[in-house]
């Protein structure tokens, strides 16, 4: 197999894990109640169930955005968010569980079908991340999978504290 064929291999893989990890959160979230969302967190500055499923519903369209820079730009700035920020400006635990899981159902289709049309020409393109500098599209597949599984470690702590309440 050649180099170009096992890379293709990988992000075919990373795009998969895509639609695994949304699927995985419906089931660890399949019995978890709003009050148990909207109340245990991961330490005493931590956050709720609800504020990391917004968080993962918002990042969902970031990312995406920065992609289709990355794919119509020349090497472009990507921008920064304050995501902390964001978990208060935008109210996050005052959302309803279901419906944030439901726009995140609704988002990631998009976000998939984004990277399945990229020519092997387009996986190689790039922009500078703020945090970490040299970005391509295909760095971008394989953040959202770790993005993914960080927070769904982050929300399985948090419903194990609940669970033992």
Same mark, same amino acid.
């Given at each position: 197999?050649?180099?170009?064929? *096992?890379?293709?291999?990988?992000?075919?893989?990373?795009?998969? +894990?895509? /639609?695994? #990890?949304?699927?995985? %959160?419906?089931?660890?979230?399949?019995?978890?109640?709003?009050?148990?969302?909207?109340?245990?967190?991961?330490?005493?500055?931590?956050?709720?169930?609800?504020?990391? %499923?917004?968080?993962?519903?918002?990042?969902? *369209? @970031?990312?995406?955005?920065?992609?289709?820079?990355?794919?119509?730009?020349?090497? &472009?700035? =990507? &921008?920064?968010?304050?995501?902390?920020?964001?978990? @208060?400006?935008? !109210?996050?635990?005052? !959302?309803? +569980?279901?419906?944030?899981?439901?726009?995140?159902?609704?988002?990631?289709?998009?976000? @998939?079908?984004?990277?399945?049309?990229?020519?092997?020409?387009?996986?190689?393109?790039?922009? #500078?991340? &703020?945090?970490?500098?040299?970005?391509? %599209?295909?760095?971008? $597949?394989?953040?959202?999978? @770790?993005?993914?599984?960080?927070? +769904?470690? /982050?929300?399985?702590?948090?419903? =194990? *504290? $609940?669970?033992? *309440?």
């Amino acid at each position: 197999m050649s180099n170009h064929d *096992q890379l293709a291999l990988v992000r075919q893989r990373h795009i998969h +894990l895509m /639609q695994l #990890t949304l699927d995985t %959160l419906g089931h660890v979230l399949s019995d978890v109640t709003q009050a148990q969302a909207t109340t245990f967190r991961d330490g005493p500055d931590g956050w709720t169930v609800v504020e990391v %499923l917004c968080h993962l519903r918002d990042y969902d *369209q @970031i990312f995406l955005e920065r992609a289709i820079m990355m794919r119509d730009g020349d090497f &472009p700035l =990507l &921008p920064i968010y304050d995501h902390e920020a964001m978990v @208060i400006e935008r !109210n996050y635990n005052s !959302n309803d +569980l279901r419906t944030v899981y439901a726009a995140l159902q609704e988002s990631r289709p998009r976000f @998939i079908a984004f990277f399945q049309a990229l020519t092997p020409e387009q996986w190689e393109k790039a922009g #500078t991340h &703020p945090e970490r500098g040299y970005f391509s %599209l295909t760095d971008a $597949a394989m953040q959202v999978g @770790i993005h993914d599984v960080t927070h +769904l470690e /982050q929300i399985t702590r948090i419903l =194990l *504290q $609940a669970k033992g *309440q």
